[in-house]
């Protein structure tokens, strides 16, 4: 089985991808450059050229799934990521490869104790396009290195995930490179049909818009639940892909519980209060 190949069939058979942030992937180098001619007719052409490309991009974006998106910011500020899933759809369609994988390993200690950090490289080829991209991630990330808020002793961080995720990052970043993909605007991705309703990452309506309507949060598990005693009420911060949600219902507590307990995913339905955060109005297995 090819590299190629093998990564795609990775894609589809491994579960619950970390996504790693933005910056933890980039561009190595590019191969190829315009000669004067080519630069010329570009000119020439550049508004259908935009045009064009404008639509090959939507095309594109409508292999991702809602799911496979991550909102990083709030407000204006906010940008749409297409994760490992959604780029993997859109690479093994058009035909990608990657190859010349490279990982290099390294290592320290400081205040905090011992730590690692996977990097690795790769080429990505499409219609005779070469980039070298690279990808990272280490045992301090939060998804692999803390729990609650603290960083975890070493040895129980999974280094596994940690290298394959460094290179999913470079795979991914590929894909994004190739065809323009990164920091897309949410709102513009919604008007032009891209669904973003399952996206993970923060909300980017703003508050009036998230306190007039229910939101849903669908497939995700549960990452901790912590409870304040008060007097006559308990109040439960449930987060899930790193979000929190408030109750004060003991039933949906138990819910989370027992999700995440047994590893399962669920369904949550929430609303916006600007004074409470998000407060949870259903929760269900998934």
């Known amino acids: 089985m090819g590299e190629n190949a093998k990564s795609m069939q990775e894609a589809e058979v491994m579960d619950d991808v970390i996504e790693t942030a933005p910056e933890a992937g980039g561009l190595v180098k590019a191969e190829g450059g315009l000669a004067i ?17 404008n639509k090959i991009r939507l095309a594109l974006l409508s292999l991702a799934q809602p799911g496979d998106w991550v909102i990083f910011g709030e407000g204006e500020k906010a940008k749409a990521e297409i994760g490992f899933a959604g780029s993997m759809r859109i690479g093994s369609t058009l035909g990608i490869s990657f190859t010349d994988f490279e990982a290099r390993k390294e290592s320290d200690v400081d205040e905090i104790g011992p730590w690692y950090r996977w990097e690795v490289e790769c080429t990505a080829h499409y219609r005779g396009r070469e980039v070298r991209l690279y990808g990272r991630a280490g045992s ?3 998804f692999f290195g803390k729990v609650r808020g603290q960083f975890k002793p070493l040895h129980e961080v999974d280094e596994g995930n940690v290298k394959m995720a460094a290179r999913r990052a470079a795979m991914k970043e590929g894909v994004k490179v190739l065809f323009g993909l990164h920091h897309m605007d949410p709102e513009y991705l919604k008007k032009n049909g891209v669904r973003l309703e399952s996206a993970g990452g923060y909300n980017f309506k703003d508050q009036e818009q998230k306190a007039a309507e229910v939101s849903e949060a669908k497939g995700v598990k549960i990452d901790t639940i912590t409870q304040k005693v008060g007097e006559k009420w308990t109040k439960y911060t449930i987060t899930a892909a790193g979000v929190s949600f408030g109750t004060f219902d003991k039933k949906i507590a138990e819910i989370a519980k027992t999700a995440k307990d047994s590893g399962g995913a669920v369904d949550i339905t929430y609303k916006f209060n600007e004074k409470y955060g998000n407060e949870i109005v259903t929760m269900v297995a998934a």
């Not at 630069?39 to 490309?53: F, P, S």
């Open 140 to 142: 301090r990330d939060k």
């Open 37 to 53: 001619a080519d630069q010329l007719a570009l000119a020439d052409n550049m508004g259908k050229l935009v045009e064009a490309q």
